[in-house]
């Protein structure tokens, strides 16, 4: 199974990789990093097929998924 690894602390809680997820799998969560950003997480890691879609669209680099 894919795994999605967030880099909190770079994560600007713009919600585009959410759009971008065929499988609806992320959200942008209620935890906030040290910048004060609602940060994005998985929250169906089970659904994730490891398309990269996610990382490839966020322009913060915040996203790594490991296949």
Do not use: H
């Not at 490839?56 to 296949?67: L, N, S």
């Amino acid at each position: 199974m894919p795994r999605v690894d967030f880099f909190d602390e770079r994560c600007k809680g713009c919600g585009i990789c959410v759009e971008t997820c065929p499988k609806d799998c992320l959200v942008i969560s209620k935890r906030l990093n040290r910048q004060g950003y609602a940060v994005a997480e998985c929250k169906t890691p089970e659904r994730c097929n490891g398309c990269a879609l996610c990382a490839e669209m966020c322009p913060d680099v915040v996203i790594e998924v490991w296949k």
